[in-house]
């Protein structure tokens, strides 16, 4: 990793890659089954971007890149993985939340006044704490990201996550975020893209092979990461309900990142 650019400057590259990506993805329509769709990165801007002047701030030998928000995490707090305890009480950010255009009625969004967890962020979160005690130490060296920061949902409050949308949707969603993924990568210059399940190692992996080239406009940084998945912590997961932390830790430490 580079000296690079000062902390700030990296933080406000990603802040306006960030709105960048925002614009693009706002310009979309998608069909069905897709009934709502949540774009955090509008509505939960302020904790955002709170998290990238926070934790954005240097190089990071390790990013890990989740898939796309839930709806009791990141739809709420504006945070990958961003369940509200650990992004309040871990990560110390609270900042007020607007709302989407259309909600769901079976999926409001509350903000940090949310009463339900993610289990998939409490996992995640709680691994980081346990190994790493301070959000600081974790952050020296690590970074989390997600690929798509939009929520989609179904007629009936049902989570749509990107590798299911139908073959005319991700087409159009996946170009925009790979060239958001390929200015995260050139801003805080990994050693590791880590993809958290995988469909995001596919994807990562897809672009640092092709150097970009698999998505038109996209061209991928110089200096190419390795690649590595790792088991999502997602509870639909059974594999994830048996110790993830544990699987995790093994996963990432016979691969030399941990």
Excluded at 75 to 92: I, K, Y
Excluded at 192 to 206: D, H, M, N, Y
Excluded at 219 to 224: G, I, L
Aim: glycine fraction near 12%; proline fraction near 10%.
């Amino acid at each position: 990793m580079s000296s690079g650019p000062d902390p700030g400057a990296r933080g406000a590259a990603l802040v306006e890659a960030s709105r960048a990506l925002a614009t693009a993805l706002g310009a979309l329509t998608f069909g069905e089954p897709v009934r709502y769709v949540y774009n955090p990165l509008i509505y939960a801007r302020r904790p955002w971007e709170a998290y990238l002047g926070r934790y954005a701030n240097g190089p990071k030998r390790v990013v890990f890149v989740g898939m796309n928000p839930g709806p009791w995490g990141m739809a709420q707090t504006g945070v990958p993985f961003g369940e509200v305890g650990s992004v309040r009480s871990w990560l110390g950010i609270q900042e007020p939340v607007d709302r989407p255009p259309e909600e769901h009625p079976r999926r409001p969004v509350e903000g940090f006044a949310v009463t339900r967890s993610e289990a998939s962020g409490l996992r995640l979160w709680g691994l980081m704490r346990g190994r790493f005690g301070t959000p600081e130490a974790f952050f020296a060296g690590h970074f989390v990201a997600n690929y798509c920061p939009l929520l989609f949902l179904d007629g009936d409050g049902r989570n749509l996550t990107p590798d299911k949308l139908p073959k005319r949707d991700r087409e159009k969603l996946f170009p925009p975020c790979d060239e958001h993924l390929s200015r995260v990568t050139e801003v805080l210059e990994p050693e590791w893209l880590i993809g958290i399940g995988r469909f995001t190692e596919s994807r990562v992996r897809g672009l640092c092979e092709s150097g970009g080239d698999g998505t038109e406009g996209v061209r991928w940084p110089q200096a190419t990461p390795r690649v590595a998945g790792i088991l999502h912590p997602s509870p639909a997961s059974p594999r994830a309900n048996q110790g993830w932390a544990e699987r995790v830790t093994v996963q990432l430490k016979e691969l030399g990142v941990w």
